[in-house]
């Protein structure tokens, strides 16, 4: 078998394990929207980050829970001792006494004030567990930028060893050509050895591509879960979406990004625990109903009987300044919260800016790479007239078809650059979701 039939053959198989891996391929071609919805719906970190706002769901809970009464039992039974002034009234030898021991109580208390801590408290709580929402739709966002670019990766891969491929049969027909003519004396050694060293240029170019291509299916399986089930459809980004300019942009991340939205969630519930820290310089108001039953020998204390409905008062201080050291606290982790906001703030702008800078640029090269590649196929095309004139050699053809397969490759480059980027501009916004219609504009969790 020649070699270049057996490296075309060798590169398809390789080709078709990468993509099949003992998976039967489907007809239809794996949609970049099925890609996203897969990895969004099975990564782990999306699964800790429900779990997370489970917990605050929880918690939530346990603060409303301090609005309702407490009810208690209580039972104690055992061996006790007595010296006291019922012992030592009827005991005339010791003055003392031992005694079975029985008693048993219940209460009910229900708090009445509390400084309103219960209250900002309970309301901290749920801005927390509104934060872990969006917390949520933080990482689905940074997750679906993430299967995108594993997505095009995988696509642009097999795209370039499609290509690869189909230029390599043309350019072991013109390598065959020219040393056929240099058997019949039409051409001499350095033209053999200039056609090989393109063909090897090919060959190494398209070992690099098959490599990009098994580290791109490893992007991809880890980030959507499973290997890519079929070749995979070049998608239509939604335009649509996208603002005019950057600044635009900025403007919608400001009030939708994810991000900042939960960092919002975080200095208000920075606000409340603020609030609820300066609750404890009140007293804790409570009613109370009880009923206690004791039973011991009359040498100790005999049968005794207590039942109360009663309002008590607890006022507790602490001198050594622990109240007002919590409320310190809370104030720096509520400002701790706004500069968190402001510095995320300013990444996201820039992220924004570089996306936008990265979608100009791509635009700029693909316009000159289409220029070039139409000059080189206007130079061809001239100059497969001019070979069939004998004007130009086999070798001129060659070097003229090289380049322009190289100026295509670039035009195709770059406009997987500019697909990429645009998905970008979406994420860094905090749309991607909502434009690839994968998610609501916010999650409850209730």
């Known amino acids: 078998m020649p070699f270049h039939s057996s490296f075309l053959v060798r590169t398809s198989l390789i080709t078709i394990l990468l993509l099949t891996a003992g998976v039967t391929m489907p007809a239809q071609a794996e949609s970049l929207e099925t890609a996203v919805e897969a990895a969004l719906n099975q990564h782990p970190s999306v699964s800790a980050a429900l779990a997370n706002r489970d917990a605050l769901k929880e918690t939530e809970k346990e603060a409303k829970s301090d609005f309702y009464p407490q009810f208690n039992i209580n039972a104690t039974g055992g061996r006790v001792y007595g010296d ?22 219940t209460s009910l208390s229900q708090p ?19 934060g872990a929402n ?34 390599a049969t043309k350019m072991n027909d013109y390598v065959g050509r020219i040393e056929a003519m240099l058997a019949q004396g039409g051409a001499d050694q350095s033209m053999v050895v200039q056609a ?16 990009q291509l098994r580290s791109a299916i490893a992007a991809y399986t880890q980030i959507v879960g499973h290997i890519p089930e079929s070749t995979l459809a070049r998608p239509v980004p ?33 606000s409340f625990d603020i ?12 009613s109370e109903l009880s009923y206690l039953k004791r039973d011991i020998d009359d040498v100790i204390g005999g049968e005794a009987t207590d039942a109360r409905a009663v309002v008590r008062a607890n006022w507790n201080y602490e ?22 906001y402001q510095q995320a703030e300013r990444e996201i702008a820039q992220q924004i800016q570089i996306a936008y800078s990265d979608r100009k640029a791509a635009d700029e090269q693909m316009r000159i790479q289409r220029d070039r590649m139409n000059l080189n196929k206007d130079l061809l095309e001239t100059q497969q007239v001019q ?25 195709m480059s770059g406009e997987y650059k500019l697909l990429e980027s645009q998905y970008t501009i979406l994420a860094s916004m905090g749309g991607l979701q909502q434009a690839l219609n994968l998610a609501p504009a916010t999650i409850n969790g209730k």
């Open 238 to 270: 939604p335009l649509d979406k996208i603002p005019a300019s950057a600044e635009e942009a900025i403007n919608y991340a400001r009030t939708h990004h994810p991000t900042l939205r939960q960092l919002t969630m975080k200095e208000k519930a920075g």
């Open 134 to 167: 969006f917390n949520i739709l933080d990482i689905r966002e940074t997750l679906g930028l993430q299967a995108v670019a594993a997505y095009i990766q995988v696509l642009q891969a097999q795209d370039a060893l499609t290509r690869q491929q189909a230029y």
């Open 196 to 211: 090989r060293d393109i063909k090897a240029q090919l060959d190494s170019a398209v070992i690099g591509t098959q490599g």
């Open 275 to 286: 609030q609820a820290e300066n609750g404890a310089f009140f007293p804790d108001v409570n």
């Open 84 to 105: 006291n002034s019922t012992s030592r009234g009827l005991s005339v030898t010791r003055g003392a006494g031992y005694s079975w021991l029985w008693e048993s109580g």
């Open 319 to 340: 001198v050594g300044g622990a109240q007002e050291a919590r409320v310190r606290a809370a104030r720096h982790r509520k400002s701790e919260a706004i500069a968190q």
């Open 112 to 130: 009445l004030f509390t400084g309103f801590e219960t209250t900002h408290r309970l309301d901290a709580a749920e801005a927390r567990r509104i």
């Open 387 to 411: 070979f069939e004139a004998s004007r130009v050699n086999i070798l001129q053809l060659l070097q003229t078809e090289n380049a322009l397969f190289n100026a295509s490759f670039a035009l």
